[in-house]
């Protein structure tokens, strides 16, 4: 396991590990598909940046935006996190204080590429989502709350995929705040 990015994240294998086994439970199968990302969830802005230095440290680069007024970073790992035997992730979500809804501070949500087959998955799977966002074109994924309000999102594209689309480009640190 990474330390410097367990000391940043905490347990994050222990974290993939209790969502695939909550959405086994609900009969999703999540073996064998990509995780985009594991998104982080700070209580502050002072926080946010504190944490966003850290991961800078295990980073290569990075896609800063704002969003519902706060800024938002996907940072990309230079080693991808082994987060099970087949499943690994080299994207982090960063996100600041909450803007409209309860969520879990530290590893607040696990994100699952569908890909060609999104479409069907929702149709399928539509009795067990508490939701779909639509953040944009590329990024409109449906999602599943537990009562510890950790969550686990279902997309249609990878988070960092979502970025390109939309003309970003992980090729350095980009902060839209210091």
């Known amino acids: 396991m990474n330390q410097k990015a367990i000391a940043i994240l905490g347990d994050y294998k222990e974290f993939y590990t209790l969502q ?6 609900l009969g999703i199968d999540i073996e064998g598909l990509a995780v985009s990302h594991l998104a982080f969830r700070t209580e502050t802005l002072a926080e946010y940046l504190v944490v966003r230095k850290k991961l800078e440290t295990i980073c290569s680069a990075n896609v800063e935006n704002t969003w519902n007024g706060r800024p938002i970073s996907k940072l990309l ?8 035997q087949k499943a690994t992730t080299s994207l982090i979500e960063l996100i600041p204080p909450v803007h409209q809804c309860v969520y879990k501070m530290g590893l607040e949500h696990l994100g699952i590429v569908i890909g060609a087959t999104f479409a069907e998955f929702g149709r399928l799977h ?3 989502f508490s939701g779909q966002q639509e953040q944009s074109e590329f ?6 709350t537990f009562p510890d ?3 686990v999102k279902f997309y249609r594209y990878s988070l960092q995929k979502v970025c390109v689309l939309e003309g970003k480009h ?7 705040i210091n």
């Not at 695939?20 to 439970?25: E, F, N, T, V």
């Not at 790992?77 to 099970?84: V, W, Y």
């Not at 990024?139 to 599943?144: A, E």
Request: proline share 6%.
């Open 139 to 144: 990024c409109q994924p449906y999602f599943i």
């Open 77 to 84: 790992l230079k080693e991808p996190l082994q987060l099970s």
């Open 20 to 25: 695939a086994q909550r959405l086994q439970k």
């Open 170 to 176: 992980f090729d350095d640190f980009y902060h839209e």
């Open 126 to 128: 539509c009795d067990k």
């Open 149 to 151: 309000h950790t969550n």
